[in-house]
């Protein structure tokens, strides 16, 4: 019963630990959106593509998405959202939304504000007042 590994073939840009903030159960109930963090976190060229096409520097797009789908998973205990895993792929590949572009400055903004001495939440909060992803996402079911 306990074979589920959050990990189950961490490439290698994953710790085997990296979802161990969550339970079994969390882990059982989210495996597909783990999945999918861990093949972002795998990808080579989305982070240029995704730069390039919205005009925005490299560094801010690699240091969002390792926030969003790496190291800041474990750091600050994030769960996996599979509506935001399918954003990033759909902005890596060129089929994104009006609201995955929300996405991307939100987690732009609020990693910049945690890389410069704020603490998660107040970032979080702060970020949401700008970029409220998290708050149309739900308004928008299909996106």
């Given at each position: 019963?306990?074979n ?10 994953l ?11 969390e ?15 795998d ?9 390039n ?11 969002a ?44 903004l ?20 700008r970029?409220?992803?998290?708050i149309l996402i739900?308004?928008?079911p299909?996106?």
């Amino acid at each position: 019963m306990s074979n589920f590994l959050p990990n189950p073939e961490p490439g290698k840009n994953l710790p085997p630990d990296r979802w161990g903030h969550l339970t079994f159960y969390e882990r059982r109930y989210l495996q597909d959106a783990i999945k999918a963090y861990d093949a972002i976190v795998d990808r080579v060229d989305d982070i240029g593509q995704i730069a390039n096409r919205y005009q925005l520097d490299i560094e801010d797009v690699r240091r969002a998405k390792d926030y969003a789908f790496g190291s800041g998973v474990s750091r600050y205990e994030f769960a996996p959202d599979s509506r935001m895993a399918e954003a990033w792929v759909r902005m890596a590949s060129g089929t994104e939304t009006a609201i995955d572009e929300i996405l991307l400055r939100h987690e732009i903004l609020e990693s910049y504000l945690v890389s410069q001495g704020m603490n998660q939440p107040d970032a979080h909060t702060l970020t949401q007042q700008r970029y409220p992803w998290s708050i149309l996402i739900t308004q928008r079911p299909n996106q």
